[in-house]
């Protein structure tokens, strides 16, 4: 799981429209479930969930908000973090209201068996948009998640089942690729420690698609600018 920084993310102009619309319609509530399916933007009609569905995919760039997978539209769907319909929530705010709440909104995989697929309306602890809990997230050296904070721990391997063998096999593969990294810059010309800040920098803060599992890459390169220091 990365770190999904919300407070940057700027609700893009096509929910803005499609709750316009929703407001002016009589007697009809806002809410996700209402939403339009088409909105005119400049001219052009557009399908409101897969332009939605598009800009969260870019705002993540490009992963999966759970499993840190390669997402696409094709493959990708709409979660809502607090789901559209629970009995646990007891925030301020209304389901209803936070149904289209863009800062609700997650783009995660269709793949069956992890990330949402079992979730249904459970409540979660891990929260991919607080970095303090991305920063309780562990990999041990076989590639599988773990957290010492129990309710985490048994999110990630419980709920969102994220140790999935497809997925522990992707991301020891990403691990092994760091590892060849690591071998071929020794050999190269300049600082260990300023390469690997380098491109902990770009997996943190670049901009465009990242390295799917960039967590764990993330997670290793931070441990190895330590112990360079
Ligand atoms: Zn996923």
């Known amino acids: 799981m990365l770190h999904i920084d919300k407070s940057r993310s700027k609700q893009p102009q096509i929910l803005a429209l499609a709750i316009q619309d929703m407001r002016r319609t009589p007697g009809q509530t806002v809410c996700y479930d ?9 001219g052009r009609s557009l399908s409101v969930r897969d332009e939605l569905l598009k800009a969260l ?17 094709r493959n990708a769907h709409i979660e809502h973090y607090i789901p ?15 149904s289209v709440d863009y800062r609700n909104m997650l783009a995660v995989c269709k793949e069956n068996g992890t990330c949402d697929a079992t979730r ?19 990999y041990n050296t076989k590639a599988e998640i773990l957290s010492d904070n129990t309710a985490i721990d048994s999110d990630c391997r419980g709920l969102l089942n994220l140790n999935d063998g497809f997925l522990v096999y992707g991301r020891m593969q990403t691990l092994q690729g760091l590892y060849r990294w690591y071998q071929h810059e020794s050999r190269r010309a300049g600082d260990m420690k300023s390469k690997c800040r380098k491109r902990l920098d770009e997996l943190q803060n670049g901009t465009g698609h990242n390295d799917p599992y960039a967590g764990i890459l993330i997670y290793r390169l931070e441990r190895k600018i330590r112990a360079l220091s």
Do not use: F
């Open 120 to 138: 249904g309306n459970a409540e979660l602890t891990v929260d991919p948009r607080n970095q303090s809990d991305i920063e309780q997230i562990r």
């Open 34 to 42: 209402n939403l339009p399916s088409y909105v005119t933007v400049r």
């Open 84 to 98: 559209r319909h629970c009995d646990w929530y007891q925030g301020k705010r209304t389901l209803d209201e936070l």
């Open 57 to 73: 995919i870019e705002d993540q760039r490009g992963l999966c908000a759970y499993c840190m997978r390669r997402i696409e539209p």
